[in-house]
């Protein structure tokens, strides 16, 4: 197929992307704690993708959320509950005892975000096994 100017139209097969970062290993989340992990330089990204595995406690009620929030400047950053309620997180299946590996994509709407892993069990830890990242232009 020919298009104005000469020439075939080839669409890229594949978007420009990041070497994935493991951003976080063996590491023991509380009950009722969190984790941050700080993404600074983003300006030219679209896009992150986070993946997480984690293993929950065996006596565990609740899982966890995975939440971006998003700063301008890299020093103050959305709170928690406004994040929850423009809907920037996601709740990975939950079953006790289980392990889980979920992917999330997050828009990149500033040039500093933060991903906050929440444990939602107060009583009970979880195990977070990895947590790789991924840019994408």
Do not use: E
């Amino acid at each position: 197929m020919a298009y104005i100017g000469g020439g075939s139209y080839r669409p890229s097969a594949s978007p420009v992307k990041s070497r994935p970062s493991n951003d976080l290993s063996k590491y023991q989340l509380a009950g009722g704690g969190y984790v941050n992990i700080d993404k600074a330089g983003l300006s030219n990204w679209s896009a992150i993708v986070v993946t997480v595995n984690i293993t929950y406690g065996s006596t565990a009620t609740a899982g966890v959320r995975v939440r971006c929030l998003y700063s301008q400047d890299g020093a103050s950053y959305d709170s928690p509950q406004d994040a929850d309620a423009q809907g920037n997180y996601y709740d990975p299946f939950f079953s006790a005892g289980s392990t889980v590996q979920s992917t999330i994509v997050f828009p990149i709407l500033t040039g500093n975000l933060r991903i906050q892993i929440y444990n939602k069990d107060p009583s009970n830890a979880h195990t977070i096994n990895n947590v790789w990242t991924t840019l994408m232009a």
